[in-house]
């Protein structure tokens, strides 16, 4: 069955960095337009990143652009965040999620990992 294993949240001090990495299974990647989405608590999802199948065209929310970066690695069936200039508000719970159309623009997912923690504080 598809599967998805975040790892990489921590606690970091405003100004950090932490590459969160989402390893998938079950069905073939490299087929899928993936994105990054996050929920701080009270409040509701909010798209973070995405990524085509190949890798080669991505988008970000205006939130995180410049500070944030998507990549993913196919033959490792693994999808990354690398977040640097971290923010308080950038606290929330990651989640990895898997795109159910090949199209940047969509925020339709058929599947999502358990999510990883990022706190950011002082």
């Known amino acids: 069955q598809v599967q998805f294993v975040e790892s990489g949240g921590g606690f970091v001090q405003p100004g950090g960095s932490l590459r969160l990495s989402c390893v998938a299974s079950?069905?073939?990647?490299?087929?899928?337009?993936m994105s990054w989405v996050r929920q701080a608590p009270g409040k509701g999802p909010e798209w973070v990143s995405a990524?085509?199948?190949?890798?080669?065209?991505?988008r970000y929310a205006d939130s995180v652009k410049g500070r944030f970066t998507i990549s993913r690695d196919n033959a490792k069936n693994t999808l990354y965040l690398q977040m640097n200039s971290l923010k308080p508000e950038d606290t929330a719970l990651y989640y990895c999620?898997?795109?159910?159309?090949?199209?940047?623009?969509?925020?339709?997912?058929?599947?999502w990992g358990q999510g990883t923690q990022v706190t950011v504080s002082s």
């Open positions: 999620a898997r795109k159910t159309r090949a199209a940047m623009l969509s925020h339709e997912y058929d599947y």
């Open positions: 079950g069905f073939t990647f490299s087929s899928y337009y």
């Open positions: 990524i085509n199948n190949v890798g080669s065209s991505t």
